[in-house]
C-alpha cells in the first residue's frame, strides 16, 4: 500500500522540491541538519501542543517539520558526500521517535482525561513501533521485509487526519482513527512476522 503511494509521487515530488534542496545545499545547510530539525520539531510540537488538547494547531505544526523528511532524502542525494550510513541511522532513529511522539502527546491527554480511548491508543503506539522493528530485525538477519498494509506513511496520515479532526469539532473522529490505527498497526506487524516467517522456512 505504501510502495503504490510512494511509488506514484515520488518523482514529482523530487521534481518539485530538487530546486529547493540544492537552494538549502548552496546555504551550507546539510541533509543530517533537516533530519534533526524535523525530528525535533516534531516532538517539541507533538508534545506541546497534543497533551493540552490543542490538536488543530499540533496537526499543523507536526505536520509542517514531518514535511522537512521529504528534503533530506533527496539533499543527501544531491550533496557532494552523496548518503552515508549514519545519515540513514539518524533520519530512521528520528521518523521513529516522531512518530511516538505525536501517539504519546494524545496518550497523555487521554490519560488526564480519563479517556478510554486510552487504552486503544496504547496498542496503536506499541503496535506502530514493533512494525519498524521487526523489519529492522529482519534485515540485519539478511531477510527483507518491505511491505505490509500499513506502513509508515499510512500510520502518519491516519493518526494526524483523524487529529486534525478532532481539532475541528467532527465527532468521534478520534476514536474512529485510533482504532483504525491500532487495528491497522497490529495486522501489519503480523503480516510482517509472517514475512520473516516464510523466508526462514525457506531459507
Do not use: H
Given at each position: 500500500?505504501?510502495?503504490?503511494?510512494?511509488g506514484?509521487?515520488?518523482?514529482?515530488?523530487?521534481r518539485?522540491?530538487?530546486?529547493?534542496?540544492r537552494a538549502?545545499?548552496?546555504?551550507?545547510?546539510?541533509?543530517?541538519?533537516?533530519?534533526?530539525?524535523?525530528?525535533?520539531?516534531?516532538?517539541?510540537?507533538?508534545?506541546?501542543?497534543?497533551?493540552?488538547?490543542?490538536?488543530?494547531?499540533?496537526?499543523l505544526v507536526?505536520?509542517?517539520?514531518i514535511?522537512f523528511?521529504?528534503?533530506?532524502?533527496?539533499?543527501?542525494?544531491?550533496?557532494?558526500?552523496?548518503?552515508?550510513?549514519?545519515?540513514?541511522?539518524?533520519?530512521?532513529?528520528?521518523?521513529?521517535?516522531?512518530?511516538?511522539?505525536?501517539l504519546?502527546?494524545?496518550?497523555?491527554?487521554?490519560?488526564n482525561s480519563?479517556?478510554?480511548?486510552t487504552?486503544?491508543?496504547?496498542?496503536?503506539?506499541?503496535?506502530?513501533?514493533?512494525?519498524?522493528?521487526?523489519?529492522a530485525?529482519?534485515?540485519?538477519l539478511?531477510?527483507?521485509?518491505?511491505?505490509?498494509?500499513?506502513?509508515?506513511?499510512?500510520?502518519?496520515?491516519?493518526?494526524?487526519?483523524?487529529?486534525?479532526?478532532?481539532?475541528?469539532?467532527?465527532?468521534?473522529?478520534?476514536?474512529?482513527?485510533?482504532w483504525?490505527?491500532?487495528?491497522?498497526?497490529?495486522?501489519?506487524?503480523?503480516?510482517?512476522?509472517?514475512?520473516?516467517?516464510?523466508?526462514?522456512?525457506?531459507?
Amino acid at each position: 500500500m505504501s510502495a503504490m503511494l510512494q511509488g506514484s509521487l515520488r518523482k514529482p515530488i523530487t521534481r518539485l522540491i530538487t530546486p529547493l534542496c540544492r537552494a538549502l545545499l548552496g546555504l551550507g545547510i546539510s541533509a543530517n541538519m533537516v533530519s534533526a530539525t524535523g525530528g525535533i520539531g516534531t516532538v517539541v510540537s507533538a508534545l506541546f501542543f497534543f497533551p493540552r488538547g490543542d490538536f488543530l494547531a499540533g496537526t499543523l505544526v507536526s505536520l509542517f517539520f514531518i514535511l522537512f523528511d521529504v528534503l533530506d532524502g533527496t539533499m543527501a542525494r544531491l550533496s557532494e558526500s552523496g548518503t552515508s550510513s549514519w545519515g540513514a541511522l539518524l533520519d530512521s532513529t528520528l521518523d521513529r521517535i516522531s512518530d511516538a511522539s505525536i501517539l504519546a502527546g494524545v496518550l497523555l491527554y487521554l490519560i488526564n482525561s480519563y479517556d478510554r480511548l486510552t487504552n486503544v491508543v496504547i496498542i496503536a503506539l506499541v503496535a506502530g513501533g514493533l512494525v519498524s522493528y521487526i523489519k529492522a530485525r529482519a534485515e540485519s538477519l539478511d531477510i527483507e521485509c518491505n511491505g505490509g498494509f500499513a506502513e509508515r506513511t499510512e500510520r502518519l496520515i491516519i493518526a494526524l487526519i483523524s487529529i486534525g479532526f478532532n481539532g475541528l469539532g467532527v465527532p468521534y473522529i478520534l476514536a474512529v482513527g485510533m482504532w483504525i490505527l491500532a487495528l491497522a498497526s497490529v495486522y501489519t506487524m503480523v503480516e510482517r512476522l509472517l514475512i520473516v516467517y516464510r523466508a526462514t522456512r525457506t531459507a
